[in-house]
């Protein structure tokens, strides 16, 4: 695991795609939906990563049509496929929710869940404003784990704070991302 304290992360993170599309012929990439993404993905559509071109983009979870009009309206130049159970990306942008989620990858799911229809617990539902019981489409960290890089994008210190408790809680699916061979933590926080 290798930990990047960065103020301009978003270049970090764009260079980080550049760099393992080169080392792994990278041919599909998973992007996150919300607020964590959207500085970057601004970035992306001001200036279009080479990176990017002829690569499948897809999104990581679904809740109805929401991250579909996200991606639309972040990455209008890309055009960002579905989830879906056949996914086997090469790389893989991550969020942290603030439960220890990856995805919709809720705590009390198994960590060998792949990819399927799950039940946002309330805490999620609250801060996406839906309704408790919601239903959303996820890959999981069963799949994601498969992926030749996985780059997990922690912003703000609530949520390092909730990746140092993850780090240790078992019980959280992003700690069971923490054993992959390439995994690269981007953060604007200090380590």
């Not at 393992?20 to 992306?44: H, M, V």
């Not at 496929?81 to 893989?92: I, S, T, Y």
């Not at 009390?108 to 404003?129: C, D, M, W």
């Not at 780059?151 to 809680?169: C, N, P, T, V």
């Amino acid at each position: 695991m290798q930990v990047i304290p960065r103020a301009d992360w978003h270049l970090a993170a764009t260079d980080w795609v550049s760099e393992k599309s080169q080392e792994y012929g990278a041919q599909s990439i998973c992007l996150p939906a919300g607020n964590t993404a959207i500085r970057l993905f601004d970035y992306w559509t001001q200036q279009p990563p080479e990176s990017l071109r002829n690569k499948s983009l897809h999104q990581l979870d679904e809740v109805g049509r929401r991250f579909a009009l996200f991606f639309r309206r972040y990455l209008p130049r890309y055009q960002v496929l579905p989830p879906h159970e056949d996914m086997r990306p090469d790389l893989a942008i991550l969020g942290l929710g603030y439960n220890g989620h990856v995805a919709f990858h809720e705590p009390g799911i198994p960590a060998s869940f792949r990819y399927g229809k799950v039940t946002l617990l309330p805490e999620t539902a609250h801060r996406l404003g839906v309704e408790p019981g919601t239903e959303a489409w996820t890959i999981g960290v069963g799949a994601l784990t498969e992926a030749k890089a996985l780059l997990l994008i922690i912003l703000g210190a609530e949520k390092w704070g909730i990746f140092q408790q993850a780090y240790s809680d078992q019980r959280l699916p992003a700690h069971w991302l923490l054993p992959h061979p390439d995994l690269t933590i981007l953060t604007d926080q200090t380590w």
